[in-house]
């Protein structure tokens, strides 16, 4: 099994910042991309960013400028840091990893972590 964990989320400010993880473990071979996404009540789950295994990234245009992606591949984790946070981003956090599981099988696998809450209220 693949298994995802994200952590950092909680109850900020508007304009305050907060950096989410996640954290990936099991039988992981490698991983292609790692995405976040969001999903608030009422309305749809939305792509927030990706980050493909070489480094390049692209993000939802309500988050451009205000939040970033990255990876440490030696640990399997990915952040996402969050600043000049608007009530309009709470939700919950979920990551996404793709890739392959260990030889010999080398089965692709998509994991999902089981998500993190992210209010942003005065």
């Known amino acids: 099994q693949v298994q995802l964990v994200e952590t950092g989320g909680g109850l900020v400010q508007p304009g305050g910042s907060l950096r989410l993880s996640c954290a990936a473990s099991?039988?992981?071979?490698?991983?292609?991309?790692m995405c976040w996404y969001r999903h608030a009540p009422g309305k749809q789950r939305e792509l927030v960013a990706t980050?493909?295994?070489?480094?390049?990234?692209n993000y939802a245009d309500s988050v451009k400028g205000r939040f970033t992606i990255s990876r440490d591949n030696a640990k399997n984790t990915v952040y996402l840091q969050m600043n000049s946070l608007k009530p309009e981003d709470t939700a919950v956090y979920h990551c996404?990893?793709?890739?392959?599981?260990?030889?010999?099988?080398?089965?692709?696998?998509?994991?999902w972590g089981q998500g993190t809450q992210v209010t942003v209220s005065s």
């Open positions: 996404n990893a793709k890739g392959l599981r260990k030889a010999p099988s080398l089965y692709p696998y998509s994991a």
């Open positions: 099991g039988s992981i071979g490698s991983i292609n991309d």
């Open positions: 980050i493909t295994s070489g480094g390049n990234t």
